[in-house]
């Protein structure tokens, strides 16, 4: 199957500071990527998806100025959380699709982001 | 929009037994479904998948999951639990490229 690659794996920050989180797809061309939350023992939540070349889709809730999304490229999308709190700690999950009418996803190996 | 319920978010079994992971969902057209495992601190992997094709479907680490469309369900099985089993298994279902994911069940195998 496709690969993604999401990196860093962890990363401990301190509060106020910036942090990126890199997400590609190794052997295929995402022209949609899609940024998730995981909250400890819940369930994914859709953060964001992220388009190639245009503006991200933000989902209800999410901050779009605290969570910056680029996907320059068709295999790079970066999830910047910007002036971090502790209340940021999470895991961060990123997948990518093959093709527009999605029959599957591949995930990521996830971000586990502490703010300190 | 779709949604997923997963019954149970917690799971014991022993090891060597039947496990039995439920799914339903709710879907105003033919679903594609999902299920995935994910080991702490790590992504997802891809158990198995439906998109329409048989509705008994065969997945890794001998998984399998039966749709059921009369009862909107997508259980998830395994014939003998192993220890490598434990983990956290999440079912979804896409509309177009978005994915709906159950809330997760916690799997347990005990010695």
């Known amino acids: 199957g496709a690969v993604v690659s999401q990196h860093p794996s962890r990363v401990i920050c301190k509060s106020g500071t910036s942090v990126k989180i890199e997400c590609r797809s190794l052997?295929?061309?995402?022209?949609?990527m899609f940024w998730y939350r995981q909250f400890p023992k819940q369930s994914l939540m859709l953060m964001a998806t992220?388009?190639?070349?245009?503006?991200?889709?933000?989902e209800q809730g999410v901050e779009k100025d605290k969570f910056l999304i680029n996907h320059a490229s068709l295999t790079l999308s970066t999830l910047t959380v910007t002036s971090a709190h502790p209340e940021d700690s999470s895991f961060y999950i990123c997948?990518?699709?093959?093709?527009?009418?999605?029959?599957?996803?591949?995930f990521g190996q996830g971000t586990r982001l502490t703010v300190v | 929009a779709q949604s997923v319920t997963q019954l149970g978010s917690h799971v014991s079994v022993s090891e060597g037994a039947l496990v039995l992971l439920r799914c339903n969902y709710s879907?105003?057209?033919?679903?594609?479904l999902f299920w995935y495992v994910q080991y702490p601190n790590q992504g997802l992997q891809l158990l198995l998948k439906?998109?329409?094709?048989?509705?008994l479907v065969k997945g890794i680490n001998g998984f399998e999951a039966e749709f059921k469309k009369s009862e909107t369900s997508f259980h998830l099985t395994k014939p003998s639990a192993h220890m490598s089993d434990a983990a956290e298994y999440f079912c979804?279902?896409?509309?177009?490229?978005?994915?709906?994911f159950g809330t997760g069940t916690s799997l347990t195998v005990i010695p």
């Open positions: 997948s990518a699709s093959l093709h527009i009418s999605n029959t599957e996803a591949f």
């Open positions: 052997d295929f061309q995402a022209t949609t």
């Open positions: 992220s388009n190639e070349g245009s503006k991200a889709t933000y």
């Open positions: 879907s105003s057209v033919p679903p594609y």
């Open positions: 439906y998109t329409s094709a048989a509705t």
């Open positions: 979804a279902v896409s509309e177009g490229n978005q994915f709906y």
